[in-house]
């Protein structure tokens, strides 16, 4: 009976039908500092910073956060003005790295927003 309960227990284990532990959380003041930084690549901004995280959803089959976010920006012409988005996502890469993405007026852009603490800097190549 103890060799069938042990098989089980791999079993169960192989399969990833065990308890599941927590997603890892993004860091919140580095993804928000993403979140505006890639809002600023998208070409539309000439200011933008993000006012508040409304909250985060975990995506297990792709291993994702879905972040709601609400930003305040200004245009080119000096217009001021705030707005709030469902499309940041979030995900950790298999170093370490955080990567912040998000999708305004069909433009997809993405920052890198973390380093790993024992990962070292990358040397600029142009040095």
């Known amino acids: 009976m103890l060799r069938f309960r042990n098989f089980l227990l791999l079993l169960v284990g192989a ?3 065990g308890a599941c532990s927590e997603p890892p959380t993004p860091p919140p003041e580095e993804i928000q500092q993403g979140m505006a930084e890639a809002l600023f690549d998208t070409g539309f901004y000439s200011e933008v910073g993000i006012t508040q995280m409304l909250g985060r959803h975990y995506e297990p089959d792709n291993d994702v956060w879905n972040i709601i976010a609400c930003y305040q920006f200004a245009l080119a012409d000096g217009s001021e003005s705030t707005d709030c988005v469902d499309s940041f996502n979030a995900f950790q890469m298999d170093n370490g ?3 912040v993405s998000v999708t305004i007026n069909q433009v997809y852009r993405w920052r890198s927003v973390s ?6 800097p990358v040397a ?3 040095e």
């Open 15 to 17: 399969l990833g039908l």
């Open 97 to 99: 790295i955080w990567i």
């Open 115 to 120: 380093l790993p603490v024992d990962t070292p």
């Open 124 to 126: 600029d190549p142009a």
